[in-house]
């Protein structure tokens, strides 16, 4: 898809050496990294406005590398993240993959599992930050709505007519036709159909 950006590779880990070796190997089919030697210097580099794929260590000072993923699953739930780790063991790769993480390698790492982790990781961040500006972009136009037309949006999701949602609301049909049209033209939709399609595609929580 041409409108789905590329994402960036970032190394997060306090080990130089660990960081030099990775940047090496990532450059040899093309990839150049940025390099972090912290999580706070990760979040002070990345707003979460691109898709990104992390290599991230799990311990590290101040801020542990689970730790950092807590912060990434309000900041940009988007992101891949593929863990790597001297001390992991089955419990930590269970509760990073289950909270979302691409992939947990051990140190020493595997080279061709790295690569093909993070080669995944690129793809997947590219597509999963295309999917968040997509509904992000139908959060923000159910935003513009009075509570009046998000209740009338809700039983037009749940299927109900015109008719029965007038009964619902004691207001004429008429009434509800002009709160549909009002949502159709404040949300910028093809139909209210599409933007009914739309919100349960992406599972937008219309209310508010």
């Excluded at 898709?51 to 807590?70: F, N």
């Excluded at 993240?81 to 051990?106: N, P």
């Excluded at 968040?132 to 037309?149: D, M, N």
């Excluded at 599972?203 to 508010?208: E, G, M, S, Y």
Aim: with cysteine; charged share 25%; proline share 5%.
């Amino acid at each position: 898809m041409s409108d789905v950006q590329p994402a960036r590779v970032y190394i997060v880990d306090d080990d130089p050496e660990l960081c030099d070796s990775v940047d090496w190997l990532l450059g040899s089919i093309g990839i150049k990294p940025t390099i972090c030697h912290s999580a706070d210097q990760f979040l002070s580099a990345y707003s979460g406005s691109h898709p990104a794929c992390i290599v991230l260590d799990v311990r590290m000072p101040h801020m542990s590398g689970p730790r950092l993923q807590e912060k990434l699953q309000q900041l940009a739930p988007h992101v891949a993240i593929i863990f790597v780790s001297a001390h992991g063991d089955i419990r930590m790769s269970v509760s990073t993959i289950q909270a979302g993480a691409m992939d947990f390698l051990e140190k020493p790492y595997d080279s061709q599992r790295l690569l093909d982790a993070v080669q995944a990781g690129v793809d997947a961040a590219a597509e999963r930050f295309h999917t968040y500006e997509l509904r992000q972009s139908i959060v923000r136009k159910v935003a513009l709505l009075t509570p009046r037309e998000r209740e009338i949006l809700a039983l037009v999701v749940e299927g109900l007519p015109s008719q029965n949602i007038a009964r619902m609301l004691s207001m004429s049909v008429k009434t509800v036709d002009v709160h549909r049209a009002r949502i159709k033209s404040k949300t910028d939709a093809d139909s209210v159909s599409t933007l009914v399609r739309d919100i349960l595609r992406f599972a937008v929580d219309i209310a508010r």
